[in-house]
């Protein structure tokens, strides 16, 4: 029977052209371009090489940022043998095999570094059979995932690995990567300046992607320099990493929220833009947007929801991707309408209120006494019209008898808050009159 682990390759196929990213893998943890706030002397892999003591990871960030050729280098550097599986292919009949030779090989000496891709596939039951060979030293567990570890690992996982960051490559380090290409190429890029940039933003952060993009120019019969307009031509564009179900989808909507909170329309017509060209849903965008006027401008610009609400039923009526437009602008008013979240904090500290009052009645001289055991019982007695009081204002109590009278909300000074608290300040002041002289 033939194994197929051994490493018994033909001399035909082991002097095969290799891919670019494959012959610029790095040979040692100092050789890889990034993520130095987990690499560096200070970060905490730094710290745990320093230490000898490494511990169970998870590596959490985007695609082509080196969470795999980390974790093979730790590997070596820990003098442990390195096993790669992904949670996508593997089930558990194959995990217990990878156990088992795990055991075998711990037996004789020989630790086990067990890398698992996309270990967030793993249902619940299937993280759960890690534990005992995390706990017993079977393995060593590096898991890798796009997605955020808080929501998609169990509890029991993460309290037993450390969670590490990883970054997108910068545009510092995508340069780097592509001198070192070219450096492996014998030979500079046939771009100009304008469209290596281009370049290295078609790349999205991505190293495996961008060694991917210059093996493509590399392969190019040219006369010269190509300029943006040529490469971008020749190359299509990737799709922006964006995830409507997850992760991604979180943060964007956030970066968003912020901006039109922080009062920059510009950046709140970024995000927007980013969603949409990731292929968002405009109504769930519309919802969002509605949703931030409420929130966040509330009454200090009382035309915000009415924009936000017209915006929804252009989009309605006209689709994409005119309609998206009308979104656009009412992302830009919310940006620059007065700010208040008044209304939003008086009506949870009216919840939390409510809760704490339980069945409270209200008082009974604002109660309907429809019959005459109502009456006998006082409903409604004592009742003030406020229409026939002055200034139409009998400040009478509507609250529970026997509880403090709340203040939940307070209007700020800017839009049209500021005249709603001028009007709060003078119901006050008419309740203080009417209080002194016993009205009510």
Request: charged fraction near 25%.
């Amino acid at each position: 029977m033939t194994d197929l682990f051994a490493n018994d390759e033909p001399a035909a196929q082991t002097t095969a052209p290799r891919p670019l990213a494959d012959r610029l893998r790095p040979r040692a943890l100092s050789e890889v371009i990034g993520q130095q706030q987990v690499l560096g002397p200070e970060g905490p892999l730094g710290v745990m090489l320093a230490s000898g003591s490494l511990s169970s990871l998870v590596f959490w960030g985007p695609p082509g940022v080196g969470k795999t050729t980390i974790a093979r280098l730790l590997a070596d550097e820990t003098d442990l043998h390195f096993i790669q599986i992904s949670a996508i292919f593997t089930g558990v009949p194959e995990l217990r095999k990878v156990f088992e030779a795990a055991k075998m090989r711990r037996a004789n000496g020989k630790g086990t570094l067990l890398f698992v891709d996309e270990i967030h596939r793993f249902n619940k039951a299937q993280q759960d059979g890690f534990l005992p060979h995390m706990e017993d030293g079977t393995i060593l567990l590096v898991g890798a995932t796009t997605e955020n570890p808080s929501f998609e690992l169990n509890a029991a996982l993460l309290s037993r690995a450390q969670v590490l960051v990883l970054t997108r490559l910068s545009d510092e380090d995508l340069e780097l990567m592509a001198q070192r290409a070219e450096a492996e190429l014998g030979k500079p890029l046939p771009l100009t300046p304008e469209a290596r940039v281009a370049l290295l933003n078609m790349a999205d952060g991505d190293g495996r992607a961008l060694l991917n993009l210059i093996e493509q120019v590399n392969a190019w019969k040219t006369t010269g320099p190509l300029d943006t307009d040529a490469l971008t031509a020749r190359l299509m564009k990737r799709a922006a990493k964006y995830d409507k179900s997850g992760d991604e989808q979180y943060n964007l909507i956030s970066a968003l929220h912020k901006s039109v909170r922080g009062s920059d329309p510009d950046a709140a017509l970024y995000w927007l833009a980013r969603m949409l060209e990731g292929g968002e849903d405009p109504r769930y965008l519309a919802r969002r947007i509605l949703r931030m006027a409420i929130e966040d401008i509330g009454l200090a610009d009382p035309e915000a929801q009415q924009i936000c609400l017209s915006a929804w039923q252009v989009f309605e009526r006209l689709g994409s991707p005119e309609g998206e437009l009308a979104l656009g602008q009412a992302v830009t008013y919310l940006a620059l309408a007065p700010k208040s979240n008044a209304g939003y904090n008086a009506y949870k500290a009216a919840r939390v209120s409510a809760k704490k009052t339980g069945s409270a009645p209200p008082p009974k001289h604002i109660l309907n006494a429809p019959t005459s055991l109502m009456k006998d019982q006082g409903y409604g007695a004592g009742y003030a019209y406020d229409h026939d009081a002055e200034d139409a204002f009998s400040g009478q109590n509507y609250f529970p008898d026997g509880m403090k009278r709340a203040a939940f909300y307070a209007p700020v000074e800017r839009g049209f808050e500021r005249d709603l608290k001028k009007r709060l300040d003078w119901f006050a002041g008419l309740r203080a009159k009417r209080a002194g002289r016993g009205d009510g």
